[in-house]
């Protein structure tokens, strides 16, 4: 009698989720599908992909570097990208929250 008793209350249970699962998306919308993974950020501008793009190449660019000369020389570059992508994301998230609030 207790396993079709907890058969029926996981059943039950199941439609109830599936119900306000529909429900919110009628109501909010859905906002991305996929893989779960952020692929980017609803506020981030044209200047931040540039910026973290610029950031990625000199990234490449260093774990492509051959001799010591190159390494120290990508080096540089790659952690001035990198300062300089994080500043713009701060910059445009600090924005992009401030209109919203």
């Known amino acids: 009698m207790t396993g079709k008793l907890d ?3 996981s ?3 199941e439609e109830m989720a599936d119900c306000i699962r529909r429900s919110a998306r009628e109501v909010l919308g859905v906002f991305r599908e996929g893989n779960g993974r952020m692929k980017g950020a609803w506020w981030w501008s044209e200047k931040v992909k540039g910026k973290v793009k610029a ?3 000199k990234f490449k660019a260093l774990m ?3 001799t010591d000369e190159e390494l120290e020389f990508n080096k540089v570059h790659y952690k001035t990208a990198k300062k300089e992508a994080k500043k713009a994301v701060l910059v445009a998230k600090n924005n992009a929250y401030e209109r919203l609030y």
């Open 55 to 57: 950031k990625q190449e």
């Open 64 to 66: 492509e570097s051959r």
């Open 11 to 13: 059943r039950i249970w």
């Open 7 to 9: 058969e029926d209350s």
